[in-house]
């Protein structure tokens, strides 16, 4: 009997989570008719312009996408798999996350880690390869792009993509096992609360400590939203002990369950965690911890 798993076709996947639509390039006309030279970029699904060029930009699929990350990670055999893909801002970004086989600890914490790639419809960013980690206890997660080494420029040929893309994801698989280490620094590294409050005002740009004139200028929805943060922090020291990764762990609990994007489309959340709002105060505590613990990291 035959018990090889069969993978997923990129026409699967794409069918599977929304990424089954295609780009075209229209060109674009001014009131009079006359042409203009730049070419809009619609997603035919939606029949919505996403973003405008000039003739000479080449259009990529969302298959062709899948295609050359099933060829990226085909070296990697039964260690990467696809967990999910996804559609961002209506198209104009998509992304594919892998999931890397086995659990890692950190302390008494069981991570499950994963590796993301991000890639334009609109040329308006390069592909990027990041990594990301889910606490299994508490559901926490966090996403990371590092500069150096994991983003390709979109003028890049589909055959130079092919070529890169397998090591842009061996130097991800090395960074995910080097931000473990980086969280064992961290449990190994007590705070007091003074520094949760440094944390917090790091994030935030004011903590319970700003003083009277500070806090009072601030909306009951922005001192809400710092107690909640401090809510989580003391809910991460409970479970993590008062150390610099229940710290930093407080703040992607507040992050993941408690902040909630305004915009309403899909995948907000998602697009939230890598590339928006979430992602930055995520950073922002990130490298708060990094820093205060005495760590050196390369970017």
Known sequence: MDTTIKQPTSSEICQANGLDFFISKRGLYD???NV????GLFNDKLNKCIHTVKDGYHVSQ?????????AGIAPFGANLSVQKAGVLNEGRKVFIQLAIEGMSKVAGDIIKRYITVIDSNDGSTSLSVGIGDLTMSCQNQFWKFYKRGNRMRHSASLEQKLKELPRMIEVSLEQS????????????????RELAHK???????????SGSIILDEKSARSIEKMNNLYSAIETEFIGKGANMWGLHSGVTRFTTHEVTPKAKRENIKIESQLVG????????????????SGILVME
Request: include cysteine.
């Open 277 to 292: 709002g979430i992602y930055q105060m995520n950073q922002k505590s990130f490298d708060f911890a990094v820093r205060e």
């Open 62 to 70: 969302n298959a062709e996408v899948v295609d050359m990350v099933l």
């Open 31 to 33: 009131c009079d008719g």
């Open 177 to 192: 096992l080097k931000q473990i280490e980086i969280y064992n620094h961290f449990a190994s590294t007590p705070v007091t």
């Open 199 to 209: 944390m917090v005002n790091h994030v935030l740009g004011f903590d319970r400590t």
């Open 36 to 39: 203009t030279g730049y070419y």
